[in-house]
């Protein structure tokens, strides 16, 4: 019989005797001080109090606690101000408090009780276990038995038999599984009084008066993955002001808990290779569950206690919602900490394994020798050597394979930068093999392919880090610039906590280099043009010269479009200003992936324009007008140029943003001309983008990344993220107070419906993106402009801010389907193609906005849970074929879009 069934037997048996609940909580106890839980993760935390390892450091001090709900409480205190009383724990909650998961106070009836003219009534469960703490069996220096074992208090005076005994009790707990089987765990300890007792609970960071109160906080053995996204624990109840705004308290039998961090789709995965599951993805990858573990959709007492119907939601809710904010990495956390091996057994990628686009296309078969792989290995063996273990490296034919998707996979790329025609591996830098290696694993679906390419990922920054070191003359070299961009491209979009801070604080490194090499100005390229009386090595040594200046050209339109994606995703500045971008426009594409200089010449001469000279013509040129793009025909790749247009617009469109914050309050303090210069500045910004998307809407062949791109912009000019974000949760509840107002204002102006109409233009786009293309910067975008939907729809239901009814979430109930007149209201679809309704309801508010499902039914934003259903459900529509899941940042997406679904709920 499992654990859980008969763990489940065993609370069956005892509710069938006739015990009590809290007798059956009883049966998690603390077998050093015999405290009583009624929950056994609840058990698992306090045991942390004993362990007295302090894991949880403060950043401002460096003072260690035991718990993270005690490191938080400390942190308060550094926070609050000279004149702001630092609010204490509350000893009990009364029973209203406990099913609403809000903050109680000490004295009865209590506010929140008060305010809505309902009893106050205290926990039962709790009171018994004050009594049980005041009895005088627990002050004593009796011994204590737990099932059959002596154990007794533990004085300073005898930590080292403490130890012994907490090293015994970890030896059952590893070897059970289970806190019920301890009865192997026979260590007596030295006695102690109750004054020592006392001290050592203040020494531990414990309240006395709170000894044998259960503690909130989260479990020490939640299983993360992807579909409850991880959250550290700490000490955090349902603020009244989310029940009030989000969670309308009714009739429901539910009980919701806080929001989490929506601002977190990044995870802290453990991937360990002797027990990393990665037939998992499907799922998502899982965080090996602990020994004293709570096990996920179990609970021990769901029966008895109203409040413990969180178990039945997901664990992040049980966590503390401001966790990413927050996070520290782990002590001692290294490059390969939990990624120790190389062991790769599959010889093949197959194309059902892949995750590349449809339409990508393989210019040629690139073979690598054992030669190359030897180097490889030794590249890895001399970087990691100490911490990585190769039991089987990658077969030949997997490398070829590998290096095959990435360059296949980069061809089809818009800011394609490696070119495949000049391409060879047995002169390229061993790193960059190493690089494509890692690069072409993320469009692997294969378990340990997947893996590996995380690993070796992490051995490409370290080497050609230690190249530089070796020899700065190689910071001028273009392979070691493109090795650095690549592993930065896979931190920053892995979905993994460690893997994208570092990227993100390495960005700005390669950038200096080619700054200082003066590779953003016009002057570091040459004209190179095929005549056509050039023999065969003179038009190959012009071939690879023009290929070697038109790859640098690309890695830095590369750098500038990846450098403007990451800092819109973190909401952060950029690095690479488009004033900088003072270098030459790329060729045509033709040209780019011509496989040989014979075909490349042709192409040349088949666009070739008469005194026409792209070359003269800059990108900073082309930014301040998009026009000059139709006297140069094919000469110049022109869905590249688009793309990066689109980024550079987004650079003012960030800066208005910082300056919208500047000035949030200059309106109401005689600074009105100020903020009517600033309503200008939007009014410009917003023909310019809208300029823009015409010019790619005349193209022929439109990108549907600038034209996403574009939408994003528009629908942030008219909508603070950072303000949507911080209302949802991201910086706590204080700070969603404070911006509350302007996002109400918001809500009722013209500014949130033009904001809305882009953001269902974005789910239109996305729809129609190529298979597999959803994801990085573009799912992250998808993710913004669900978000942006749901606060507004939030917000809108007049029954949700101000009802405190029990309301349906069925859209003919919440809904005002009718106008003043009887009439029905028009339905607005903001993903659709209706011009004239689009521009009645941004400008008048008339209609009822929404989206359509993938059945086409409309879906108004009202319904929160279906609108955050839809994102999740393009996400995935996006990866049909992939049996063995999403990318790791997609399935992040995925899983926080589906927790918001979860909280929307009014069922």
Request: glycine share 4%; net charge negative.
């Amino acid at each position: 019989m499992s654990e859980i069934a008969s763990e489940h037997l065993e609370s069956s048996e005892a509710r069938e005797a006739g015990h009590s609940p809290a007798e059956v909580a009883a049966r998690h106890k603390c077998f050093l001080c015999s405290r009583t839980y009624e929950r056994q993760d609840h058990l698992s935390r306090h045991l942390k109090s004993h362990e007295n390892e302090r894991s949880h450091r403060c950043p401002d001090c460096g003072k260690g606690f035991n718990r993270a709900d005690l490191l938080n409480r400390h942190r308060a205190a550094h926070w609050k101000t000279d004149n702001e009383p630092l609010r204490k724990r509350t000893g009990r909650a009364c029973e209203a408090c406990i099913k609403a998961k809000t903050k109680c106070e000490e004295q009865r009836p209590c506010a929140r009780c008060k305010s809505r003219d309902q009893i106050c009534q205290e926990s039962e469960g709790r009171r018994s276990s004050i009594n049980q703490a005041a009895s005088p069996d627990l002050t004593d220096d009796s011994p204590r038995t737990v099932q059959g074992s002596t154990v007794q208090f533990a004085s300073n005076r005898d930590s080292h038999a403490y130890s012994q005994a907490f090293s015994g009790y970890r030896e059952a707990l590893d070897g059970a599984g289970n806190l019920s089987q301890l009865g192997s765990a026979e260590q007596p300890l030295p006695t102690t009084s109750s004054s020592q007792m006392e001290e050592a609970n203040l020494l531990l960071g414990l309240n006395s008066r709170n000894m044998n109160e259960p503690a909130i906080g989260s479990s020490q053995g939640l299983e993360h993955d992807f579909n409850s996204t991880a959250f550290a624990d700490t000490d955090a109840n349902f603020p009244d002001f989310f029940e009030q705004i989000m969670m309308p308290e009714g009739g429901s039998r539910h009980h919701y808990g806080a929001p989490f961090d929506i601002s977190n789709f990044t995870q802290d995965l453990p991937i360990d290779s002797c027990d990393f599951d990665f037939s998992l993805l499907s799922t998502g990858l899982t965080r090996p569950p602990t020994a004293n573990g709570c096990r996920q959709g179990h609970t021990d007492r769901a029966d008895q206690t109203p409040h413990s119907d969180i178990h039945l939601r997901t664990k992040a809710f049980e966590e503390s919602p401001w966790s990413w904010n927050h996070w520290i990495p782990e002590r001692y956390s290294h490059a390969f900490s939990g990624q120790d091996e190389i062991n790769i057994q599959e010889n093949r990628v197959h194309s059902a394994d892949q995750l590349t686009s449809p339409d990508s296309i393989r210019i040629m078969r690139f073979d690598i020798e054992h030669p190359a792989r030897d180097r490889m290995i030794r590249v890895v063996t001399k970087v990691a050597h100490r911490h990585l273990s190769m039991p089987s490296f990658p077969s030949l034919e997997l490398l070829e394979d590998l290096v095959d998707v990435f360059i296949s996979q980069d061809s089809n790329e818009i800011s394609s930068f490696i070119h495949a025609g000049t391409f060879n591996s047995k002169t390229a830098r061993t790193e960059l093999l190493l690089a494509f290696v890692a690069a072409g694993a993320r469009f692997v679906a294969l378990p340990q392919v997947w893996k590996m390419g995380l690993v070796i990922q992490e051995v490409v920054r370290l080497a050609i880090a230690d190249v530089f070191e070796s020899d700065n003359s190689t910071t001028r070299e273009l392979q070691a610039i493109q090795t650095m961009y690549l592993w930065l491209l896979i931190g920053a979009f892995s979905g993994l906590r460690r893997k994208t801070e570092i990227a993100s604080s390495f960005l700005q490194a390669p950038i200096t280099m080619l700054s200082w090499s003066n590779a953003f100005k016009r002057s570091r390229y040459k004209s190179v043009a095929p005549d056509l009386n050039d023999h065969d090595d003179e038009l190959e040594a012009k071939w690879r010269a023009w290929a070697e200046q038109e790859s640098l050209k690309r890695l830095i339109i590369a750098f500038f479009i990846f450098d403007s994606q990451v800092a819109m995703v973190n909401m952060k500045n950029a690095s690479i200003s488009p004033a900088q971008m003072q270098i030459p426009l790329p060729a045509s594409r033709d040209m780019w992936l011509a496989p040989n200089a014979h075909a490349w010449r042709n192409i040349y001469y088949s666009v070739k324009l008469p005194d026409v000279h792209p070359e003269s013509i800059t990108m900073l040129d082309f930014f301040g007008n998009n026009a000059v793009l139709q006297q140069l025909g094919d000469m110049v790749d022109h869905r590249l140029c688009m793309l990066a247009a689109c980024h550079g617009l987004g650079h003012e469109v960030w800066n208005f943003r910082q300056h919208a914050r500047l000035l949030v309050h200059w309106k109401n303090q005689g600074r009105r001309d100020r903020w009517l210069a600033h309503q200008t500045q939007q009014r410009d910004l917003n023909d310019d983008l809208t300029t823009l998307q015409t010019h790619c809407e005349m193209q022929s062949s439109s990108s549907q990344e600038a034209l996403f791109t574009l939408e994003l912009h528009l629908m942030t000019l008219h909508v603070d993220l950072e303000d949507v974000q911080t209302f949802s949760g991201k910086s706590g509840e204080e700070e969603a107070r404070k911006v509350l107002p302007r996002i109400r204002e918001w809500t009722d102006s013209a500014e949130a419906r033009t904001a809305l109409k882009h953001a269902g233009q974005i789910f239109l786009i996305a729809r129609s993106f190529e298979k597999t293309k959803l994801r990085d910067f573009f799912a992250v975008a998808v993710y913004h402009a669900a978000l942006t939907m749901w606060v507004y729809g939030m917000l809108s239901s007049n029954s949700g801010i101000q009802s405190r009814e029990d309301t349906s979430m069925n859209a003919a109930s919440q809904l005002p389907s009718r106008g003043p007149s009887g009439a029905p209201r028009q339905h607005i679809a903001l993903d659709g193609s209706d011009e004239k309704a689009l521009k009645a309801f941004t400008l008048l508010g008339q209609g009822v906005p929404g989206i359509h499902d993938l059945n086409g039914a409309f879906i108004p934003l009202l319904n929160c849970k279906a609108i955050m259903s839809i994102a999740t459900a393009l996400l995935h529509n996006n990866f049909p074929q992939s049996v063995h899941g999403l990318p790791a940042l997609v399935a992040n997406l995925a899983s926080l879009l589906n927790e918001l679904s979860r909280l929307s709920s009014r069922e």
